[in-house]
């Protein structure tokens, strides 16, 4: 098994920049492929950014050129720097991780979940 925890959600203004982390335990083997998806109030779950483990990366387009994924894989750590952030980015954010080499987008696809970290984004 593999838990995900993650960390770094909060309240900021339009314009602004979080960070988020997720730290990795248990069966880190199995964290080959990681990512982020969110999930807005009233809305679908929805796919943000992906990571392999030698750093190919994946991104929606509605957050290229904002958000950068990035991995640690000596520290078994996730990183989503979000900059320029508006008030569609508010979300429970959720770190997700794979046993495979491959980064879809599909969320089905993502054995692992974390709980999910709240970010507000504030006009």
């Known amino acids: 098994q593999v838990q995900l925890v993650e960390s770094g959600g909060g309240l900021v203004q339009a314009g602004g920049s979080l960070r988020l982390s997720c730290a990795a335990s248990?069966?880190?083997?199995?964290?080959?492929?990681m990512g982020w998806f969110r999930q807005a109030p009233g809305k679908e779950r929805e796919f943000v950014a992906a990571?392999?483990?030698?750093?190919?990366?994946a991104t929606t387009d509605s957050v290229k050129g904002r958000f950068t994924i990035s991995r640690d894989n000596a520290n078994n750590t996730l990183y989503l720097q979000m900059n320029s952030l508006k008030p569609e980015g508010t979300a429970v954010y959720y770190c997700?991780?794979?046993?495979?080499?491959?980064?879809?987008?599909?969320?089905?696809?993502?054995?692992?979940w974390g709980q999910g970290t709240q970010v507000t984004v504030s006009s």
């Open positions: 990571i392999t483990w030698s750093g190919g990366t």
């Open positions: 997700v991780a794979r046993g495979y080499a491959s980064i879809p987008i599909r969320q089905v696809e993502y054995a692992y």
């Open positions: 248990g069966r880190t083997s199995s964290t080959y492929a």
